[in-house]
C-alpha cells in the first residue's frame, strides 16, 4: 500500500483526527468533543449486520500472549465479527509471530499489517516530544496520565499520522510498574548503590540514576538468573509481570512504587483507515472503546490478584510514599523532561508545581 503523500496528509488531517478517536475517561472535565463521543464522531451509529456488505480483513500484530489487552483484543475479534455478520474478518497474531515490535510498527505504517498493538517503543519514538507519560514518579494515578493523553490527543494523533501514516485509535491499560528487591526499600535515600535492573528507555535511566541507583541492561530472559546470583538487586515491573516469572522467589519485597502507568497502544494503518466506509470505522471505533472499557476494569482487579499470589509467594508487599519518592526524583524528572516540547514541558513542570 503506498503512503500518502505530505499534500494529501495535510488536507485530509483536519477531516479525520476527529472522525474517529478513543473516548475520553468518563466523569472527566476535558473538553467535550472527545474522541468515541456522540458530538466527535459522525452522527450514525454503528449499523447492523445488513449494512456491512463489503468484506475486510484486519489483521492485529501482538508481541505479547497472555496479557489482560491480549484478552481486550480477541473480545475485540468475536464483538466485531459478530456486529458485521462475518463482512469483516479479525485475525489476531499473538505473541510476536509477525515480528519484533519494532517490525509491527515498520508493518504497520507501510500497510504490511492493518493493526498492532504497540507499547513503549512508538510512544517513545514517534511520539517522544510529546512522551511525558513514560518519565517515573510523575503521574500520580492512570486518571492523571489519561487526562494528559486525551487533553493533546489532536496534537498527538497528527504528528503519527504525519510522520509514521499510524493512527491511534485507543489506550488498552498496561497497569502501573513497582520496585522488588531482596530487601525493603521504605525510602528513596536507601537506593544509594542498589543495582537495578532497568530497560534502556532515557527518561527511566535518568531518573532512577538520578536516585541513587546503579542500573543494568539485562534481557528480561536473563533477569531471574541475575536476581538469583546477586548481579542485580531487583528490578522494576508490574505485579503481573513479576509474577509470571517467579520474581517473588529471588527478591522478597515489592515496594508498591507505582512510579510509572503504562498503556498499550492500539494503532491502524492510516491509509487502511480511510479506505473504510464510514459505517466500519463507526463500528471498530465503538467496539474498541468497549474493549478498551473492559481492559482498564479488570487491571485493577488483576493487579490485586497477582499482588495476593506474589504474597502467597513469600513477597512482602510495600506501601510507600509516593510525594516522597517524588519530590526525591525532582531533578531526575527536569532532566528527563527536556526533550520534549514546551507545551509538554510546561505540563510537567505544573504537575510538580501542583
Known amino acids: 500500500m503506498k503512503r500518502m ?20 475517561p468518563s466523569g472527566s472535565d476535558l473538553k ?5 463521543s456522540a458530538s466527535s464522531a459522525s452522527t450514525s451509529n454503528p449499523g447492523t449486520a445488513s449494512e456491512f456488505d463489503q468484506d475486510v480483513e484486519i489483521n ?9 489487552h491480549d484478552e481486550a483484543v480477541k473480545l475485540f475479534k468475536t464483538k466485531i465479527e459478530e456486529a458485521s455478520g462475518s463482512a469483516i474478518t479479525v485475525n489476531v497474531f499473538e505473541n510476536g509471530t509477525l515480528g519484533t515490535e519494532a517490525e509491527n510498527v515498520t508493518q504497520l505504517s507501510t500497510g504490511e499489517i492493518e493493526c498492532a498493538i504497540l507499547s513503549t517503543l512508538y510512544s517513545g519514538n514517534i511520539l517522544a516530544e510529546w512522551d511525558a507519560t513514560a518519565i517515573p514518579f510523575l503521574f500520580k494515578s492512570m486518571e492523571d496520565v489519561e487526562a494528559y493523553w486525551y487533553k493533546y490527543w489532536d496534537e498527538m494523533q497528527e504528528l503519527s499520522i504525519s510522520t509514521s501514516n499510524i493512527r491511534m485509535i485507543d489506550l488498552l491499560t498496561r497497569g502501573s510498574r ?34 541513587g541507583a546503579n542500573c543494568t541492561a539485562i534481557n528480561w530472559n536473563e533477569t531471574y538468573t541475575a536476581l538469583q546470583n546477586g548481579v542485580v538487586d531487583g528490578q522494576e515491573n508490574p505485579a503481573a509481570t513479576a509474577y509470571t516469572a517467579n520474581i517473588q522467589e529471588v527478591n522478597s519485597y515489592m ?13 491502524f494503518n492510516e491509509d487502511f483507515w480511510q479506505s473504510l466506509p464510514q459505517s466500519y470505522r463507526d ?8 474493549c478498551s472499557d473492559y481492559c482498564a476494569e479488570i487491571a485493577e482487579e488483576k493487579t490485586a490478584y497477582y499482588e495476593q499470589e506474589l504474597a ?34 510546561d505540563y510537567v513542570y505544573s504537575l510538580l508545581e501542583g
Open 5 to 24: 503523500t505530505a499534500l494529501v496528509l495535510a488536507l485530509s488531517l483536519a477531516l479525520s483526527l476527529t472522525a474517529c478517536s478513543p473516548k475520553e
Open 32 to 36: 467535550s468533543e472527545q474522541p468515541g
Open 60 to 68: 492485529i500484530a501482538l508481541h505479547t500472549a497472555d496479557g489482560i
Open 178 to 211: 513497582c520496585l522488588s528487591a531482596d530487601y525493603e526499600i521504605s525510602e528513596p535515600s536507601q537506593l544509594n548503590g542498589f543495582k537495578l535492573r532497568l530497560p534502556e528507555t532515557t527518561s527511566w535511566l535518568t531518573v532512577w540514576k538520578s536516585l
Open 255 to 267: 515496594m508498591k512504587t507505582n512510579h510509572v502507568y503504562q498503556y498499550f497502544y492500539w494503532c
Open 283 to 290: 463500528l471498530i471505533q465503538s467496539t474498541a472503546d468497549e
Open 312 to 345: 502467597a509467594g513469600g513477597m512482602t508487599i510495600v506501601d510507600v510514599d509516593f510525594d516522597a519518592w517524588q519530590q526525591a526524583a525532582i531533578p531526575g524528572i527536569q532532566l528527563a523532561a527536556e526533550p520534549l516540547n514546551d507545551t509538554a514541558k
